[in-house]
Nanobody
Framework: VQLQACGGGLVQAGGSLRLSCAAS????????VNWFRQAPGKEREFVAG????????YYADSVKGRFTASGDDAKNTVFLQMNSLEAEDTAVYYC?????????????????????WGQGTLVTVSS
């Protein structure tokens, strides 16, 4: 599956952005698509997304109450609504897809759980 993330940009602290990740190439319903980010000089980290079934949502502590993950199966797209942005949210944001039918426990925060990655979209929050 191919993932295309977009929606990043430059925003002032306190502002909002909405990221999109469009999937193509294989049935969207087969995959759980979640969001990660990598800030300058730091490791990539889980931000927000869904459990294997897609019915539960999970968030990193640092974004709880500010970010919302959602999806539109009809459009093969997932979204990340980011509100009350902070300078610490500056990073390249990636979407990643994990096969829902893979065996074993789905550790949604672990990069190795994912089979496909988008190219990333840069979010810069000015303070």
């Amino acid at each position: 599956v191919q993932l295309q993330a977009c929606g990043g940009g430059l925003v002032q602290a306190g502002g909002s952005l909405r990221l999109s990740c469009a999937a193509s190439g294989q049935p969207f319903s087969r995959y759980t698509v979640n969001w990660f980010r990598q800030a300058p000089g730091k490791e990539r980290e889980f931000v927000a997304g869904f459990g294997r079934s897609g019915r539960s949502t999970y968030y990193a502590d640092s974004v709880k109450g500010r970010f919302t993950a959602s999806g539109d199966d009809a459009k093969n797209t997932v979204f990340l609504q980011m509100n009350s942005l902070e300078a610490e949210d500056t990073a390249v944001y990636y979407c990643a897809a994990a096969d829902r039918y893979s065996r074993g426990i789905f550790y949604y925060t672990r990069e190795k759980s994912y089979d496909y990655w988008g190219q990333g979209t840069l979010v810069t929050v000015s303070s």
